[in-house]
């Protein structure tokens, strides 16, 4: 992967993590030997403690990263790279090597398993150099976490690279280790999952209800925020819009509770504002519940919604603050004595209390969530969004019941039984109806084109979050053929494309 490309990446990880620590900016770029970089950093010696070493035939994507034929034999080896003092864990990796390229020397010393490759290398003074093939921001399974002590807030970046010796691959290598904290005093980490919404259900308000909101929780962008008490309110590593909603919301359940003190907040990591993914709600329920968790307060997340400002329209982000999951809300009662009197989105409904959740279903491991995120495209917040909500509503009635008829008989047996295609067929439709239909309408050309390119290249659904720009497509394959169909049709354009899966436990807080 060309340089240009690699500092690339390590900003669209960036756009999800926040700033990364130099030394992980570092480690992610090298193309020298880890071994002795982690040992400059950590000023002691590295050891290895090996996992798993055997010998396996190479399977067709290690064959194509080795250049080898499909079934010839491989050292597959699974090692921690251990501060030797300390006994810290500083980098998890995974190697793949062809023993037909290796002499017996260094074959031997590669299955004695407990030297780091870069000393073998070394002691055979092998000529070589490095290229990396790829740079990531990876959500890890449960044994990884355990094995660096990590909450599931942690994010993990990975980075996979080749040894190339003679213009041949000498070895494949993946090596992964955790996003680092910028922080080290005690303090109370929130992590707030983002959310897709698939759409409203009824902005018609016949039957004397109005909005419900379909959802999914995504475990990946999140947002993060670290706080401590402090005298004054204070916010930093957020734009200024960012940091505006953030001590709006602290200050809010400062007062609503009497709280003499206050605190200090950091924004760690968040999703770009007005791109579809909620992450307004998710900043304001964060920095919400890490005041109320610093002062040791319970309090229902229906009431921190409303105590924050969120929640009047769709109650999805408070549900996935909550619980994760697929979502679904029944809306709010509508008319003269009703919750609502008019068509109205969150941002304009202050007071009014999220809608009740009527069904909430795990998200399936299995069905894997393309993320695409164009940096341009039509955003709507504040009067611009109450004047679309004004002008549209009431949506026809014919279109309502249609939705309806799509989640009850398609959307929601599919995401019971596990059947994409039932399930994906919904997610479809709901795009052509009701609300959703107007904000897809609004949106550029450019992102319509993307609900059909990704659809054409094999995504089971496609659709747009909220008002977008955000884009997603669900699969229940490898999402490779999406990412390329998604970098062609954007083709120059900034872009964010994310891997995500769904979400199913809701908001998390943690003491550090």
């Known amino acids: 992967m060309p340089a240009g490309q690699l500092h690339d990446r390590i900003r669209m990880i960036e756009q999800v993590t926040g700033p990364l620590q130099p030394f992980q900016t570092v480690l992610l770029l090298t193309d020298g030997s880890v071994t002795t970089l982690l040992e400059a950093i950590s000023g002691a010696e590295v050891c290895v403690k090996t996992i798993a070493q055997n010998v396996v035939p190479a399977g067709g994507p290690v064959a194509a990263l080795l250049d080898i034929r499909q079934g010839d034999p491989v050292n597959h080896r699974i090692v921690e790279l251990i501060n030797c003092t300390t006994g810290e864990i500083l980098i998890y990796a995974i190697s793949h090597t062809p023993l037909g390229r290796l002499e017996p020397g260094f074959r031997d010393d590669l299955m004695r398993a407990d030297i780091p490759i870069g000393k073998i290398l070394k002691k055979h003074r092998i000529e070589s150099r490095r290229e990396i093939s790829d740079i990531r921001l990876v959500s890890p399974d449960p044994d990884l976490r355990r094995r660096f002590d990590t909450g599931p ?177 029944g809306g709010h009662s509508f008319g003269e004595s009703g919750e609502k009197t008019g068509f109205r989105p969150s941002s304009a409904s202050p007071g009014i209390r999220p809608p009740p959740v009527i069904a909430r279903h795990p998200f399936p491991d299995e069905w894997q969530i393309l993320l695409v995120v164009p940096s341009f495209g039509f955003q709507v917040s504040g009067t611009g969004e109450q004047d679309i909500f004004r002008e549209a509503c009431p949506v026809p009635r014919e279109e309502v019941q249609e939705i309806c008829h799509e989640v009850v008989m398609r959307l929601l047996p599919g995401i019971v039984r596990r059947d994409l295609g039932l399930f994906a067929a919904a997610v479809n439709r709901i795009q052509q109806l009701g609300f959703k239909k107007i904000e897809i309408a609004r949106q550029s050309a450019v992102v319509r084109e993307l609900l059909s390119g990704l659809r054409e290249a094999g995504a089971a659904c496609t659709g747009m979050s909220s008002f977008g720009p955000a884009v997603y497509a669900i699969t229940d394959s490898d999402p490779a053929g999406l990412e390329h169909a998604a970098a062609r049709i954007l083709g120059d354009t900034p872009h964010l494309i994310i891997r995500t899966r769904g979400d199913n436990l809701g908001a998390s807080c943690t003491w550090i």
């Open 153 to 329: 807030e942690t994010r993990f970046l990975s980075r996979t690279y080749r040894i190339i010796r003679n213009d041949l691959p000498f070895m494949a290598i993946e090596e992964l280790f955790p996003v680092a904290s910028r922080h080290r005093e005690p303090r109370i980490r929130v992590r707030a999952p983002s959310r897709l919404h698939l759409g409203l259900i009824d902005l018609h308000g016949g039957l004397g209800r109005v909005d419900g909101g379909i959802g999914i929780t995504l475990d990946i962008p999140d947002t993060v925020l670290e706080a401590e008490r402090s005298p004054l309110c204070g916010v930093t590593g957020g734009d200024e819009g960012q940091i505006a909603r953030v001590r709006q919301a602290a200050e809010a359940v400062l007062s609503r509770f009497a709280i003499s003190g206050s605190a200090a907040i950091t924004i760690i990591r968040t999703p770009l504002q007005h791109s579809g993914l909620g992450a307004g709600t998710a900043l304001s329920l964060a920095a919400g519940k890490a005041v109320c968790e610093l002062y040791g307060i319970t309090v229902p997340v229906e009431e921190l919604s409303g105590i924050v400002g969120r929640g009047g329209t769709s109650g999805i982000g408070t549900a996935a603050f909550f619980s994760g999951g697929l979502i679904i809300d």
